[in-house]
């Protein structure tokens, strides 16, 4: 069975301008299965999306596959190390489409099929839609309204609000249940993100 090709009204931002503080070396740029960490998120995101946004610290190259550069815009962080909603605020200011499926550079497992359930959900009084994880707010992978999330993660931020869940509180996000996006990613891999080295082999 063929895929699906990815969406025209979907832009796809990848965050990926963290400290990597815990890993103690550029994560992003590690190899997994012979590719840099960051290159699996983005296959994983351009499956959904035809266009991506990777936002990097101020004046960083990450590394971007061969096969995405043309579809891949690089936006910088606006200050360095401010926070991620700083960066999803630089990125949703270049968005080019109505809806912007956001994740992490450092998400290397997830299932383009929940992807697409996420961009599939959002629509009207569903600005911004993430996944059910019980007992938390699960901010990564989520799914936003451009239109509407442009002026709501500006307000966050003046008011003080560095944090994506502060966005996804702001916009009223719903939450697609657990065991809906888990028939799709049984494992659960789509929330799977590497802090640590260690990380590498679950």
């Keep these: 069975m063929t895929s699906p090709p990815p969406l025209d009204d979907v832009v796809g931002i990848v965050l990926a301008g963290g400290r990597s503080s815990r890993f103690g070396a ?5 190899e997994v299965d012979a590719r840099p960490l960051l290159h699996h998120a983005l296959d994983a995101v351009a499956a959904v999306a035809s ?22 815009r690089v936006v910088h962080d606006p200050e ?4 991620p909603l700083v960066g999803l605020d630089a990125a949703l200011a270049q968005a080019e489409a109505p809806i912007a499926l956001v994740v992490a550079g450092d998400m290397p497992r997830m299932v383009p099929l929940v992807l697409r359930r996420l961009v599939a959900t959002v ?4 600005p911004a839609v993430s996944l059910e994880v019980p007992g938390r707010i699960q901010p ?8 509407t999330a442009r002026p709501a993660a500006t307000t966050v931020l003046e008011r003080g609000g560095r944090a994506l869940r502060d966005l996804l509180r702001e916009l009223g996000a719903i939450s697609i249940p657990a065991p809906v996006w888990l028939a799709l990613d049984p494992a659960g891999a ?8 260690a990380d590498l082999d679950t």
């Design 190 to 197: 789509t929330i799977v993100d590497i802090d640590r080295p």
């Design 26 to 30: 550029d994560k992003l740029a590690v």
């Design 140 to 147: 990564l992978p989520m799914a936003l309204d451009v239109r």
């Design 51 to 72: 266009r991506l946004i990777v936002v990097a610290t101020p004046g960083a190259a990450p590394p971007l596959p061969a096969d995405l550069e043309a579809r891949v």
């Design 123 to 126: 629509g009207p009084g569903r």
């Design 80 to 83: 360095p190390f401010g926070g």
